[in-house]
């Protein structure tokens, strides 16, 4: 939108309610530039060369967003793209005739089909665990717990491991650089 700014100059006799200093803004609304608005086969072919002349549709209107500034909506008649509407913005500067393409692209429309909402990967993942487990435990008749969690086996079973992961890490085994310490200060007190 297009916003005009006037301000009073602080020395005026004019007597307001307001600060003399205090901007006064007027808002009106854009025109629809001729030049622009005739600058359809333009529009189209910047949207043709980017979707090729197959997908793009009717011309179904003109969005105006500044003065020299509006977009051609044109008909998507790609497969796979109901409710679509493909663009074009165009805009000219002050003065000149020149009409020049600023963007195209497509917009979804109401009916528009899209995309699911992006799910991040750790929460897909997730998903994906939870559904194996409950079919792990499917399979097993519905009893016990999941073999793949930490609490599953009985007492026995998770001291069995404890033992054997600490006899594999050499823990519970006497260190060897003690053991060499041990001997020595056994045979410095023997020798005394």
């Known amino acids: 939108m297009s916003e005009e700014t006037t301000t009073q100059p602080e020395g005026t006799a004019e007597s307001t309610d307001q600060p003399?200093?205090?901007?006064?803004?007027?808002?009106?609304?854009?025109?629809?530039?001729?030049?622009?608005?005739?600058?359809?086969?333009?529009?189209?072919q910047a949207v043709?060369?980017?979707a090729g002349a197959e997908n793009v549709g009717e011309h179904l209107g003109i969005d105006v967003h500044e003065d020299r500034l509006l977009t051609h909506?044109?008909?998507?008649?790609?497969s796979g793209y109901p409710g679509w509407t493909w663009f074009a913005?165009?805009?000219r500067a002050p003065r000149t005739k020149l009409v020049t393409v600023c963007e195209v692209g497509l917009l979804a429309g109401e009916n528009s089909l899209l995309a699911p909402d992006w799910v991040p990967w750790e929460e897909r993942?997730?998903?994906?665990?939870?559904?194996?487990?409950?079919?792990?435990?499917?399979?097993s008749g519905g009893q016990g717990e999941n073999p793949d969690s930490p609490s599953a086996g009985?007492?026995?079973?998770s001291t069995e491991t404890t033992e054997?992961?600490?006899?594999e890490?050499?823990?519970?085994?006497?260190?060897?650089?003690?053991?060499?310490?041990?001997?020595?200060?056994?045979?410095?007190?023997a020798s005394s």
Request: charged share 30%.
């Open 20 to 44: 003399a200093a205090v901007a006064t803004l007027r808002r009106r609304a854009p025109k629809q530039d001729g030049t622009l608005a005739q600058a359809v086969d333009i529009a189209r």
């Open 154 to 157: 009985s007492e026995a079973g």
């Open 125 to 139: 993942m997730q998903a994906v665990h939870d559904q194996e487990d409950h079919d792990q435990v499917e399979e």
């Open 48 to 50: 043709v060369d980017s």
């Open 164 to 167: 054997a992961d600490a006899t």
């Open 73 to 78: 909506l044109f008909e998507c008649t790609m």
């Open 169 to 189: 890490t050499g823990a519970g085994q006497p260190d060897e650089d003690a053991a060499t310490e041990a001997g020595t200060t056994d045979e410095n007190e």
């Open 89 to 91: 913005a165009v805009a």
